[in-house]
């Protein structure tokens, strides 16, 4: 045997419900507790997940050097996945925040050259490096809150040369932190002021360059639309993704966030997207069409929140039969966090979703959403060693003390990165 991490008498291991796919309906309350138990971690991926009786008896034989965690009194789940972030950025927003209180809209304030043409511009300006030491602080923050699989999204270059720097960023995050990055290309993420005359010029540079040299580099794995009123109208839309559709790319969309009746979640299920992101304003029929197609509902009530919005109407998705994922959306304008624990919070608080449907959302649904259900998001034999100690004996208690970072100790690839809710272990060994 390899190196051996085992961590055991969980007073709960949340292992998530055993399936295929997403998790729907009443499936997404069921969370597959075991009471007492353990899991033993070899050379990063699960081998051992049962009671602390099995544990002993499978690691009686075992001669190796073992790395022991105490989880007792502990609730153990999954490491937490972030399927949609907007983590590469340079630059504050501050401001932005005060003028929505004053009365300001996200999307005027967009249309006035703010917004993300804000970030795009400071971006820019950015050199890599200091785009990637950026991005890093905020990886570690992520890693304290749980969080070890993300997704990153471009779209804060939108010219070819800085989405692909952006892309070389997010390559740069996985391969120097512990935390594995998912990349996604959104160069229409807004209409650059050098097209503001012509944005079907820009949506041409997308189809014709962008996307070709983002396939070309392998920069990117999903290819994303800020689907919108004002922004990528949906045969904008339909064009780009159906481009990236032919180029191999899997299909995201940021649908129906600002405008209702925009036909975002619609245009998701009809090109059958992976995931539709946001859905504040999807309609009865976009929610049945999600339903029907299998696209997964990303729902970001941080976004809701700091917009002074209703969130999105989980329970109907829910109960419609839409897999629901969760997500902090981490971006300068919208969501500035890196708070899993806190988006977790409110989505109960403010689409009632419970506690056990959170925990699903947070972690194997959430996986699917960035194509990584069959290794991560749930513990069972044969998927990574990406755990989560929390510092309460019960998982209701995490939606029940909310605000608090209740992260004790992280463990990813079997490796603690987390301890004592302090960081222990940023990167990847140069091996
Ligand atoms: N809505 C579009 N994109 C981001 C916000 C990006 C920004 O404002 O910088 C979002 O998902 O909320
Ligand atoms: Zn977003």
Known sequence: MGKLTYVKSASQLVCMDRGYGPRTGKGMSMLGIIANGSVVIEDGIIVFAGSDALAAQFLSSIQDEVEVIDASGKVVTPGLVDPHTHVIYAGSRENELELRLQGAKYIDILKLGGGILNTA?????????????????????????????????????????DELKQLRAARALNDRHSIDVVPTFMGAHAVPDEYIHNPDGYVDLVINEMLPAVAENG?????????????????????????AGRLGFKLKIHADEIAENFGGAELAAKLGAVSAEHLLKASEEGIRALA????????????????????????????????????????????????????????????????????????INAAFAIGRGEEIGSIETGKRGDLVLFDVPNYRQLQYYYGMNLVHTVVKNGRTVVKGGVLVDRYEPAD
């Open 219 to 243: 920069l990117a794995e999903y290819c994303d639309v800020f689907c919108e009123q004002g922004v990528f109208d949906n045969v904008q839309s339909e064009r780009i993704l159906k481009a």
């Open 121 to 161: 511009r400071s971006t820019k300006e950015a050199s890599e490096e200091e785009l990637i030491g950026q991005s890093l602080a905020r990886l570690d923050r992520f890693l304290l809150h749980g969080v070890t699989t993300i997704e990153a999204k471009s779209g804060y270059g939108l010219s070819v040369e």
């Open 292 to 363: 029907k197609s299998g696209t997964i509902a990303v729902l970001l009530p941080g976004t809701a929140l700091f917009l002074m919005e209703r969130a999105a109407d989980a329970r109907r998705m829910i109960d419609e039969g839409v897999a629901v994922a969760l997500s902090t959306d981490c971006n300068p304008g919208t969501s500035p966090t890196v708070s899993m624990p806190f988006v977790m919070n409110a989505a109960c608080l403010t689409m009632r979703m419970n506690p056990a449907e959170v925990l699903t959302a947070s972690t």
